[in-house]
């Protein structure tokens, strides 16, 4: 069965640095995005950055300059190095596969498989 499989939440000082690592199994299809979402106590899911096929990203305006999202040689491993951690970066964040298609990276609704999350706690 389809497996994202997270890892690298924690507790962090603002201004620490994370990695977070989401690798994927047993996907029905392929090639395929992946992408990053959080989300916080009371607020909606939001996009944070997403990496296609061909290794072209997006991030969010929020985390520009400060995290980086790359893909692992299998392109079924990818990783989110977050660097100046800020308290608002607070939330739960979720791996997420979707098709290579033409549906916007940036909606949740479009992404077909869902890691269990990982929580990343920023204290001030």
């Known amino acids: 069965q389809v497996q994202l499989v997270e890892s690298g939440g924690g507790l962090v000082q603002a201004g620490g640095s994370l990695r977070l690592s989401c690798t994927a199994s047993g996907l029905p299809f392929g090639p395929f995005t992946m992408g990053w979402f959080r989300q916080a106590p009371g607020k909606e899911r939001e996009f944070v950055g997403a990496?296609?096929?061909?290794?072209?990203?997006d991030l969010a305006d929020s985390v520009k300059g400060r995290f980086t999202i790359t893909r692992g040689n299998g392109k079924n491993t990818v990783y989110l190095q977050m660097s100046s951690l800020k308290p608002e970066d607070t939330a739960i964040f979720y791996c997420?596969?979707?098709?290579?298609?033409?549906?916007?990276?940036?909606?949740?609704?479009?992404?077909?498989?869902w890691g269990q999350g990982t929580q990343v706690t920023v204290s001030s």
């Open positions: 990496i296609n096929w061909s290794g072209s990203s």
């Open positions: 997420a596969v979707k098709g290579a298609d033409h549906r916007a990276n940036t909606d949740y609704v479009n992404y077909s498989y």
